[in-house]
């Protein structure tokens, strides 16, 4: 056990002195540095403060220690989250996930408030979030679409031929939700899933656009149709996983700002 030391990570300043003064680790650039030492206390002393606050709080002192620590996150993140430009703002979005995902691994996220989570899902933050992430996907899906090994034939699950973009894209789709999939957040989920839909709705319309374009005799022809059919099925499958279930239930049950949200920057 070590102990509640000088390092210790509740005590008042400890944050700030390491990275909200004049000082190298106070990077705007680099928000992994603090994310990182946040995880490193969590992993270091969560048993420390279970042992010395949990007769007092129960099952809560976990849960309360890692809330406080990635309060410290957000002290400092909420400032830096106005002062920069798109390309930084995307790789805080990556870190925050990375450390999320980081942290599903030491404690269980259902069972905790996500005090970071909660600064990048405010509305005006989580639009620039989305925003981004549409204009990324819609570059690499129209990126696959253009290249010329676009119609490169790949074996499908169901034992035929699909040009090599379908499967690109379909990759694309399932990165997208896996973005957020440990996040438990129904809302969260909900908008990443609008986006995933719009991916697949614009793939189609491709291949629809592409078939009326190709004549019954171009060999690539059957190769577009193959892809058509597909994709809905592909469609069909997922429509039974339960992590696209609960979406969808939240999905009718409330209504959200996803679609405004997901209209791209001019």
Not at 105 to 129: G, N, S
Request: net charge neutral; charged share 25%; with cysteine.
């Amino acid at each position: 056990s070590s102990g509640i030391n000088a390092e210790w990570p509740l005590r008042p300043g400890q944050f700030k002195f390491r990275f909200m003064r004049k000082v190298k680790t106070n990077d705007i650039k680099k928000p992994e540095w603090y994310l990182t030492k946040i995880l490193s206390w969590i992993k270091e002393y969560q048993g420390v403060f279970e042992d010395v606050f949990g007769k007092l709080f129960l099952e809560t002192s976990s849960s309360l220690f890692v809330e406080q620590l990635c309060e410290f996150a957000v002290l400092k993140m909420r400032d830096d989250l106005g002062k920069i430009d798109n390309t930084l703002f995307t790789h805080y979005v990556d870190e925050i996930l990375k450390f999320h995902k980081e942290l599903n691994e030491v404690t269980d996220l259902t069972q905790i408030r996500l005090p970071l989570m909660e600064l990048f899902t405010r509305e005006l933050t989580l639009k620039r979030w989305l925003q981004l992430e549409t204009i990324s996907a819609f570059e690499f899906l129209t990126n696959i679409q253009s290249d010329n090994d676009k119609f490169d034939r790949r074996n499908s699950s169901y034992n035929y031929e699909i040009p090599l973009m379908t499967v690109r894209m379909l990759t694309l789709v399932k990165a997208t939700g896996e973005r957020v999939h440990s996040i438990p957040s129904s809302a969260l989920n909900n908008c990443f899933y609008t986006l995933q839909a719009d991916i697949l709705k614009e793939h189609l319309i491709f291949l629809t656009e592409s078939v009326k374009k190709l004549g019954y005799n171009d060999e690539k022809y059957l190769l577009v149709i193959n892809s058509v059919v597909y994709v809905l099925m592909v469609i069909e499958e997922w429509s039974f996983d339960t992590h696209f279930i609960k979406i969808s239930r939240f999905k009718k049950e409330k209504s959200t700002d996803c679609d405004s949200a997901l209209i791209p920057l001019l």
